[in-house]
């Protein structure tokens, strides 16, 4: 049974920074590309970033991009999402996904494995 545990998550004011973490377990993680969707409270999931597993591929949300950053550590089935710069419009709960394939868009259908979801609240 595939897992991903975020943390990380909290209450920051405009401008600040935080970190959210995604543990995976329960299955193998070679090649698979995984993201960070978020969803504000009446609103749509929406995808934040992806990265394939070797992590040359990388691409954001355009409403993040130069302000979050997305990196893996594969040795440890682990995702970091480095926020920073932050805007209250950032506000939402946070979600860590998994694909079985190499390579997934920004769809939520592109993904097979997720997350509980942290809280991220950016307060003015």
């Known amino acids: 049974q595939v897992q991903l545990v975020e943390s990380g998550g909290g209450l920051v004011q405009t401008g600040g920074s935080l970190s959210l973490s995604c543990a995976a377990s329960g299955g193998t993680f070679n090649g698979n590309g995984m993201a960070w969707f978020r969803q504000a409270p009446g609103k749509e999931r929406e995808f934040v970033a992806f990265?394939?597993?070797?992590?040359?591929?990388?691409y954001y949300a355009e409403s993040v991009e130069g302000r979050f950053t997305m990196s893996r550590d594969n040795a440890k089935n682990m995702v970091v999402l480095k926020m920073n710069s932050l805007k209250p419009e950032d506000t939402a709960v946070y979600y860590c996904?998994?694909?079985?394939?190499?390579?997934?868009?920004?769809?939520?259908?592109?993904?097979?494995?997720w997350g509980q979801g942290t809280q991220v609240t950016v307060s003015s």
């Open positions: 990265s394939n597993y070797g992590g040359a591929m990388t």
């Open positions: 996904a998994a694909s079985r394939l190499q390579y997934s868009g920004d769809d939520p259908k592109d993904y097979d494995y």
